[in-house]
């Protein structure tokens, strides 16, 4: 299977929900990081989080890597529609070159309001 | 603006043409990455380019595909006969410190 696989595929709740994703991967890794993708659109980057780091805190995500499990997950807390988005996490690994980025095929998030 | 600039944002193209794809890194950036996004996919590696040099061109197709990034002007990817198949999203994104890299909003190449 590929390097960076996020579950689930697709995820619908209710505003003021929160939402968790999950990310595997495969490698070592230096970095894994989240982006988001509105349909159409290009990728923002949410949050990175180091090899070292075991949990990352940005407004209302909160990441955790977990190393040993080669795993990862984003939780967005009190979730609002206009979080509705495809998320896909992403690592830089020690055997590839410079920044180069392998994404998993990403979650599809849905808030209903 | 200061952001990763790509044009067009769409592009369509008759089997056998040519695609050209432009990208301007964010200021100060000299590293530029280019993915290709399937349908219902995440984004796959293509290459990787600093001013004048390929660094990593791994995911790069062995044909009709060739990445430029001149010492002035924007970073090209360049889709020699398109096919079918080439139809998707490309994203070029630029790296400034900790690895983070900045995505433009992409060219949708539709092949017909």
């Known amino acids: 299977s590929q390097q960076g696989e996020e579950d689930p595929q697709a995820l619908s709740i209710q505003e003021g929900e929160n939402a968790t994703m999950n990310c595997s991967y495969k490698t070592s890794i230096n970095n894994l990081q989240w982006y988001r993708q509105n349909s159409g659109r290009g990728l923002v980057h949410l949050i990175l989080i180091r090899s070292n780091e075991r949990e990352k805190h940005s407004g209302r995500l909160r990441v955790t890597l977990d190393t040993s499990k080669k795993s990862s997950s984003l939780l967005i807390t009190a979730s609002r529609a206009a979080d509705t988005a495809s998320y896909f996490c992403a690592t830089d690994g020690m055997e590839t070159s410079g920044s180069r980025l392998t994404f998993g095929e990403g979650t599809q998030l849905t808030v209903n309001p | 603006n200061a952001g990763v600039m790509q044009n067009p944002r769409h592009l369509v193209r008759r089997r056998g043409q040519e695609a050209r794809l432009r990208c301007s890194p964010m200021k100060g950036h000299s590293h530029v990455y280019w993915y290709r996004q399937l349908p219902e996919e995440g984004l796959k590696f293509m290459v990787y380019?600093?001013?004048?040099?390929?660094?990593?061109e791994s995911g790069m197709p062995k044909e009709r595909f060739s990445a430029e990034f001149p010492k002035e002007g924007p970073s090209i990817l360049r889709i020699q006969q398109v096919v079918r198949g080439d139809s998707a999203a490309y994203f070029c994104?630029?790296?400034?410190?900790?690895?983070?890299?900045?995505f433009g909003a992409g060219t949708r190449l539709s092949v017909l």
């Open positions: 994104a630029s790296t400034g410190v900790r690895n983070i890299q900045y």
């Open positions: 380019l600093q001013k004048e040099n390929i660094i990593d």
